[in-house]
């Protein structure tokens, strides 16, 4: 081999190539290390850029719709169950679309809650108090993205790569739409800022984020927040805190832990007064 040649494959090598701009270098098992303080470094420089110094996180399920959309889809479903009276999956689809009506009322709080907080903290580019933060998806996520943008604050998504398909709402703050690889990347941004969590019904996620949230407060892991539990009658069928405390796997102060509220307006009230702010 020739000198020249061997030039040419000097810079054609990977090993030439700047160590930040060789992504698959980066994608190497062992830069997980790095590719991990990248998650960690890249929203929250960004957030402190938007100077924004607290978040309101609002979990509930994706699955949720707004009242007309919940209206349309049911709309559409009598008319297909209405052609096909004898069709069984028609009617169990027709028992299923009743219900996300009913429970639309979850998304109308979510959209209300954050349009009243957000209205109310986030006065100026300068001081961006108690930001909604969510999953950043579908559902109650999008319902409170949904509501800080209705009155033109900001609110932020965090967004998870998914072995389905997936996309963030269309109602985040463009600069603070954020996509993770590592799930304990972003379940760390949910609550380095967070001064409260506002739980709507929900599935599997949900559990998921509210019971580590409860876990790190009980073992002191992070300081004590407002955790609102929306609709008293849905988690108490879903959680039977009571039942753990019988049975002595958690301690009767641990009830404390949470509350239940039954609208938006209640739910802000209980943060007002925890942190005793003038409103």
């Not at 000198?3 to 810079?11: P, V």
């Not at 399920?61 to 069984?88: C, T, V, W």
């Not at 954020?178 to 380095?192: D, I, V």
Request: glycine share 4%; charged share 25%; hydrophobic share 40%.
């Amino acid at each position: 081999m020739n000198a020249k040649t061997n030039f040419e494959r000097i810079y054609q090598s990977s090993s030439y190539r700047i160590a930040y701009e060789d992504i698959e270098f980066l994608n190497r098992d062992d830069l997980r290390p790095v590719r991990l303080q990248l998650e960690l470094l890249k929203p929250e420089v960004i957030m402190d850029e938007h100077k924004i110094l607290s978040t309101i996180v609002v979990f509930g399920s994706a699955r949720l719709l707004s009242r007309e959309e919940a209206e349309k889809n049911l709309a559409d479903i009598k008319k297909q169950a209405a052609a096909r009276p004898g069709d069984l999956h028609l009617q169990e689809a027709l028992t299923r679309a009743q219900r996300l009506v009913e429970n639309s009322r979850y998304y109308e709080a979510a959209r209300e809650f954050a349009r009243i907080v957000s209205s109310s903290c986030q006065i100026n580019d300068h001081q961006c108090d108690f930001v909604m933060v969510t999953g950043g998806g579908p559902g109650i996520m999008e319902a409170a993205n949904r509501g800080a943008y209705e009155v033109d604050a900001k609110s932020v998504g965090l967004n998870i790569t998914l072995p389905f398909e997936q996309a963030p709402n269309a109602y985040v703050t463009p600069d603070l739409c954020f996509q993770f690889h590592y799930f304990a990347l972003r379940k760390m941004h949910f609550l380095l800022r967070a001064k409260a969590l506002l739980v709507f019904p929900g599935g599997f996620g949900t559990l998921d984020e509210l019971f580590e949230t409860l876990t790190l407060i009980q073992t002191q892991k992070m300081e004590a927040i407002p955790v609102l539990l929306f609709g008293k009658t849905y988690w108490q069928q879903a959680v039977n805190l009571e039942f753990l405390v019988e049975q002595g796997t958690i301690s009767p102060k641990d009830l404390q832990l949470v509350s239940y509220v039954e609208t938006a307006a209640d739910a802000w009230q209980k943060i007002v007064d925890f942190y005793e702010l003038q409103r």
